[in-house]
């Protein structure tokens, strides 16, 4: 609809513009859009950081998007309204009707700003932190099939064949290197043949995304048996990005 298409802003860096005359203005789309916009405006999207960046490479995840932080800026008022949900669902272990559709929300609002990157649903597939059979009652676990479901998707299960060590007392290198040699030690079994995995576009789920390791090791091993492109969908990200060492 433009005879220009995008063009870089003279004003402001990064920033780009589109030229639309407005006798050629589809108005329900460009409200649609607008809509979109102001949805990835008020997620959270987040990538490498300092602690993790030389570590992996940038593709590995293709990008993460959280519904909001876990705090609040202020440092007076305490949790978001979804990072308090989200504490109770991890440590309490029950939250009320009204929080659960509160979630539900929250994540719709994550599945609507990437909503088209594949539209062929037999294509997607929907996973989170492998877990042993024990432990795959944990929030994650929950949220990912809960987003499944959403979607009408397959959920990938991925099992732990033991117990992995306690990661909250690792630094993130360590962390890694733990993560890393679990998928390397071949201590992780998939719900569906790694030959289905090839072309594959897998959205990874979590409650917490801090330093976000345990998210890009599961993507790097993902994409290293064929997964095309890994999404990141999780319900607040955390003020800390540095897990276990000082900020």
Avoid at 98 to 113: E, I, Q
Avoid at 137 to 162: C, G, H, I, M, Q
Wanted: charged share 25%.
């Amino acid at each position: 609809m433009s005879p220009t298409g995008w063009r870089k802003s003279k004003r402001y860096n990064d920033l780009y513009t589109l030229w639309i005359p407005n006798d050629r203005i589809d108005y329900d789309i460009l409200d649609d859009f607008i809509e979109w916009a102001i949805a990835c405006n008020s997620c959270v999207w987040v990538k490498l950081n300092r602690y993790t960046t030389d570590h992996f490479e940038d593709g590995v995840l293709d990008f993460c998007i959280c519904s909001d932080w876990n705090f609040n800026f202020d440092g007076v008022s305490g949790r978001t309204e979804i990072g308090d949900i989200e504490y109770r669902l991890k440590y309490v272990g029950n939250i009320s009707e009204d929080d659960a559709k509160m979630v539900g929300a929250y994540l719709n609002k994550c599945l609507f700003c990437i909503n088209g990157y594949d539209d062929d649903i037999d294509n997607i597939l929907i996973t989170t932190i492998p877990a042993t059979v024990e432990k795959q009652n944990k929030p994650s676990w929950k949220l990912a099939e809960y987003v499944a479901d959403s979607l009408n998707a397959e959920f990938l299960s991925a099992t732990l064949r033991s117990d992995k060590p306690e990661m909250k007392s690792l630094s993130v290198t360590d962390k890694i290197k733990s993560w890393r040699k679990i998928y390397a030690d071949n201590q992780v079994e998939l719900s569906i043949d790694i030959d289905s995995l090839k072309g594959k576009t897998v959205i990874i789920v979590d409650d917490l995304y801090q330093s976000g390791t345990s998210m890009w090791c599961y993507a790097e091993y993902l994409k290293s048996v064929g997964a095309s492109h890994i999404l990141g969908i999780a319900m607040v990200k955390s003020l800390k990005d540095s897990d276990n060492q000082p900020n």
